[in-house]
C-alpha cells in the first residue's frame, strides 16, 4: 500500500488542454516532490515543495507548470497548455520525517497527450 | 551540481547469478545514497539506502554499501531470482534536497 496516492493512475488529453494531477499523502508531511519519467527515460525532477511554498524547480517546470495545496492536504500539478512531449509518467514524492529521509513515490500517474 | 552515474543496461543474467549494478556519484559535502527499484507497470520503490560513509544498506538480499574514497554505491546480490527483473535506479539527496537519479539500469534475469 503506497504511502502516498495518486489520481487519476492514467490521463487521456488531447494537446492543448490543461490538466490536474492529485496527489494524497496519506501522512501529514511538510516535504512533497513532483517527477516525471518519459517512457523509458531518466525520472526527472520537476518541483519541490515544503511549507505550502515552492522550494525549487528545474527547468522543465515553466510557466506551463504550477502547483498548489488548495486544502492542505492534496497536492496538485497542473499543466496549462499540454504538448504532445508532455506525455509521461507523473511520480508524486513525499520526505519522511526527517531532512535526510528517503522520499516516499506514488504509483504514478500515466499522462497521454494525443 | 550533485550527479549519479549508472552502468549502462540492460543486464541480462540467468537466474541465480552474481549481480553487480555500479554507481558512482558526484557531490559537495556528504549526500545520502538509495537504490530506488521500479518493477514493470509499478512506481518506484525504496530498495536500500545509506546515510554515511562505509554504511551497508541491505533489503530483499540486496547489498550497497557507501564508499566515500571511490565515490560509489554499487548495487549486489549473490542470488539473483526471476522476480528481481525490474529497473533499478542509484538516487542521492543532501538534506531536504531534491533526490537525483541516475539513469536507471534494467535488469532481466531469465529461468
Known amino acids: 500500500e503506497p504511502e502516498v496516492t495518486q489520481t487519476p493512475s492514467h490521463q487521456v488529453t488531447q494537446m492543448g488542454q490543461e490538466v490536474i494531477l492529485r496527489c494524497v499523502p496519506i501522512?501529514?508531511?511538510?516535504?512533497f516532490y513532483w517527477y516525471r519519467q518519459i517512457l523509458g527515460q531518466k525520472v526527472e525532477f520537476l518541483v519541490s515543495?515544503?511549507?505550502?511554498?515552492?522550494?525549487?524547480k528545474s527547468e522543465i517546470f515553466d510557466d506551463q507548470f504550477s502547483v498548489e495545496r488548495p486544502d492542505g492536504s492534496n497536492f496538485t500539478l497542473k499543466i496549462r497548455s499540454t504538448k504532445l512531449e508532455d506525455s509521461a509518467m507523473y511520480f508524486c514524492?513525499?520526505?519522511?520525517?526527517?531532512?535526510?529521509?528517503?522520499?516516499?513515490f506514488g504509483n504514478g500517474t500515466r499522462l497521454t497527450v494525443t | 551540481g550533485n550527479s549519479v552515474t549508472q552502468m549502462e543496461g540492460p543486464v541480462t543474467l540467468s537466474e541465480e547469478a552474481f549481480l553487480t549494478i555500479n554507481c558512482t556519484y558526484t557531490?559537495?559535502?556528504?549526500?545520502?545514497l538509495f537504490w530506488y527499484v521500479q518493477y514493470p507497470g509499478e512506481g518506484l520503490q525504496l530498495l536500500l539506502k545509506?546515510?554515511?560513509?562505509?554504511d551497508k544498506g541491505s533489503n530483499k538480499g540486496f547489498e550497497a554499501t557507501y564508499r566515500k574514497e571511490t565515490t560509489s554505491f554499487h548495487l549486489e546480490k549473490g542470488s539473483v531470482q526471476v522476480s528481481d527483473s525490474a529497473v533499478y535506479f542509484c538516487?542521492?539527496?543532501?538534506?531536504?534536497?531534491?533526490?537525483?537519479f541516475g539513469q536507471g539500469t534494467r535488469l532481466t534475469i531469465n529461468p
Open positions: 557531490a559537495t559535502g556528504y549526500p545520502s
Open positions: 538516487a542521492l539527496s543532501q538534506g531536504a534536497q531534491k533526490l537525483v
Open positions: 501522512s501529514n508531511h511538510l516535504y
Open positions: 545509506a546515510t554515511k560513509a562505509d
Open positions: 515543495f515544503y511549507n505550502n511554498e515552492i522550494s525549487e
Open positions: 514524492a513525499r520526505r519522511g520525517g526527517r531532512r535526510n529521509s528517503p522520499l516516499h
